[in-house]
């Protein structure tokens, strides 16, 4: 059973950082295609970034392009998302998404129904 599991969230002045981290299990990670996406209250979910299965591709949405920085580590299982310069419009619960598509591709990447596993999320809010 595949598990995915969000930590590195809280409470953040504007302008500070946050890194977020997602550990996987119950499947060769290297498998998987990740992804980030996040939704503030009353709005839809909405694509943040994506990442290759080995790092080698990176896709970012124009928001956030410049600021976050999406990364993983096969060895441990682990993706990150280190975001920096955050903003109020940041504050929303991020959630890591995985997919065994096998095409890198941002289009698909950045679509949240090629995603088939889902962690529980992890809240970010920032404060002006």
């Known amino acids: 059973q595949v598990q995915l599991g969000e930590s590195g969230g809280g409470l953040v002045q504007a302008g500070g950082s946050l890194r977020l981290s997602c550990v996987v299990s119950g499947r060769t990670f290297s498998s998987f295609a990740m992804g980030w996406f996040r939704q503030a209250p009353g709005k839809e979910r909405e694509f943040v970034a994506a990442i290759s299965w080995t790092g080698g591709g990176t896709y970012y949405a124009d928001s956030v392009k410049g600021r976050f920085t999406i990364a993983r580590n096969n060895a441990n299982n682990t993706m990150y998302m280190q975001m920096d310069s955050l903003k109020p419009e940041d504050t929303a619960v991020y959630y890591c998404?995985?997919?065994?598509?096998?095409?890198?591709?941002?289009?698909?990447?950045?679509?949240?129904?090629?995603?088939?596993?889902w962690g529980q999320g992890t809240q970010v809010t920032v404060s002006s």
């Open positions: 998404a995985a997919s065994l598509y096998r095409t890198w591709n941002p289009v698909r990447a950045s679509t949240a129904r090629e995603y088939e596993y």
